[in-house]
């Protein structure tokens, strides 16, 4: 996949959200393309220095956590971390951060804070876009 680009919105907030997004985000960077996310409302929870360790699954859906466990799946903090060790862009939106008086120290490190125009400036060539 050299020479793709891969742009995700990350909108929403729950456990299935962060799955869909770094699961995604990191099997598009493994293999080769360049990968950025932009995190707005409740998307920041998933790069949250807190928030992301305790996101919560959808109601109903509880047996899951059972599941992911015996599936051997990473948790969100160990995407979180491959996400980052494959350079994958994370921008965190200045607005939704302003409106919910959020700094930038709350979040993991390494990560941009950028308004919807430096999303559109990094997504504008994507070969592929998706929303999550």
């Known amino acids: 996949m050299a020479n793709t680009k891969v742009a995700i919105i990350a909108?929403?907030?729950?456990?299935?959200?962060?799955?869909?997004?770094?699961?995604?985000?990191?099997?598009?960077a493994a293999s080769d393309a360049e990968v950025g996310?932009?995190?707005?409302?409740?998307?920041?929870?998933?790069?949250?220095?807190?928030?992301?360790?305790?996101?919560?699954?959808?109601?109903g859906k509880e047996h899951f956590e059972e599941g992911f466990k015996q599936a051997n799946v990473p948790s969100i903090e160990e995407l979180v971390?491959?996400?980052?060790?494959?350079?994958?862009?994370?921008?965190?939106?200045?607005m939704t951060m302003d409106v919910m008086n959020l700094e930038k120290e709350a979040f993991i490190d390494g990560i941009e804070?950028?308004?919807?125009?430096?999303?559109?400036?990094?997504?504008?060539?994507?070969?592929?876009t998706l929303s999550f």
């Open 37 to 59: 996310i932009f995190f707005t409302f409740e998307g920041l929870n998933l790069i949250h220095k807190e928030a992301h360790k305790n996101l919560p699954l959808p109601e």
């Open 11 to 28: 909108a929403n907030g729950s456990l299935f959200d962060a799955y869909k997004v770094f699961n995604v985000a990191t099997a598009a």
């Open 113 to 128: 804070v950028g308004g919807a125009a430096s999303f559109i400036e990094y997504a504008k060539d994507a070969n592929i």
């Open 81 to 94: 971390g491959i996400a980052q060790e494959l350079n994958i862009k994370i921008i965190a939106c200045q």
